[in-house]
């Protein structure tokens, strides 16, 4: 790209073309009204897992995407320092507030991410207790766990982000 095309009509172009793409991510953009489809799939030839869905698709609704919560309280204070189990505890009840904000519910998370400061099997073993009071036990959503050396706050020990479909 030249460096004119971001003068002028070319950058008026760029941010219609981006603020399009937006809306149909966001679902601003005219929708059928339909409830999205989602398809929950533990293919043959895969582990079978307990807790997550190898494959998820959907078809229709409004995509909302929630960045990644931590053990902060409304105040912004770390809430369990030193405590995973506290910590999961505060992350999920924020991304239940969160959901909430759009209309959603943990039901409609279809992918998950969680990352973990020094994860071993007994934070493992924290984290899937926890979780399992907040997300559905069926058709649980496709989900990456990592374990990480640090997140941004040093007190802090988990963060999970989502992504869910609503109509």
Not at 22 to 37: F, H, I, R
Not at 123 to 129: D, S
């Amino acid at each position: 790209m030249t460096q004119r095309s971001w003068k002028g009509r070319g950058w008026m172009a760029g941010v219609m073309a981006l603020s399009v793409c937006l809306a149909v991510l966001t679902g601003d953009a005219q929708s059928s009204g339909k409830e999205p489809q989602k398809k929950f799939v533990n293919p043959d030839g895969l582990y079978k897992p307990t807790t997550y869905t190898h494959v998820v698709s959907v078809e229709g609704g409004r995509t909302v995407f929630i960045a990644g919560q931590v053990a902060f309280n409304a105040k912004g204070e770390v809430v369990g320092k030193g405590d995973l189990r506290a910590q999961a505890t505060q992350v999920y009840e924020n991304l239940r507030t969160a959901l909430a904000a759009a209309g959603a519910t943990p039901a409609d998370i279809v992918k998950a991410n969680t990352y973990v400061v020094n994860l071993n099997p007994e934070a493992l073993n924290v984290i899937r207790e926890v979780r399992s009071k907040y997300f559905p036990t069926q058709n649980p959503p496709a989900s990456t766990l990592a374990g990480v050396t640090s997140l941004a706050n040093p007190d802090l020990l988990i963060e999970v982000e989502v992504i869910a479909v609503v109509k």
